[in-house]
């Protein structure tokens, strides 16, 4: 069993900077593909970013450029650097991570990830 829990959600206006962060924990060695979703209200949920073990990364196409994940190995965290926010960045971000393969391992396999953060809420105001 994977535990995962987010932080660094809040409240920042348009264009600023907001880092998460997902400290994982118990059996880390099953979060070989690791990543970010978000859902805003009435909307479907949506992968924002993922990292494989091997440092391959997959991006939204909303995101890219702005986001940046990354993964500190020694701590078992992983960070979503979000930078030149937009009102419609605003969600709850959701961490999430599975032992599979690279190949399971995007934006696009949300319905493969085994282990779920309960959520960090971001706000961005216009």
């Known amino acids: 069993q994977v535990q995962l829990v987010e932080s660094g959600g809040g409240s920042v206006q348009a264009g600023g900077s907001m880092r998460l962060s997902c400290a994982a924990s118990?059996?880390?060695?099953?979060?070989?593909?690791m990543g970010w979703f978000r859902q805003a209200p009435g909307k479907e949920r949506e992968g924002v970013a993922t990292?494989?073990?091997?440092?391959?990364?997959t991006y939204a196409t909303s995101v890219k450029g702005r986001f940046t994940i990354s993964k500190d190995n020694p701590k078992n965290t992983l960070y979503l650097q979000m930078n030149s926010l937009k009102p419609e960045d605003s969600a709850m971000y959701y961490c999430?991570?599975?032992?599979?393969?690279?190949?399971?391992?995007?934006?696009?396999?949300?319905?493969?990830?085994?282990?779920w953060g309960k959520g960090t809420l971001v706000t961005i105001s216009s």
């Open positions: 990292i494989y073990k091997d440092g391959t990364t």
């Open positions: 999430a991570a599975h032992s599979g393969g690279g190949a399971w391992c995007a934006t696009y396999y949300d319905h493969v990830m085994m282990y």
């Open positions: 118990g059996y880390t060695s099953s979060s070989a593909c």
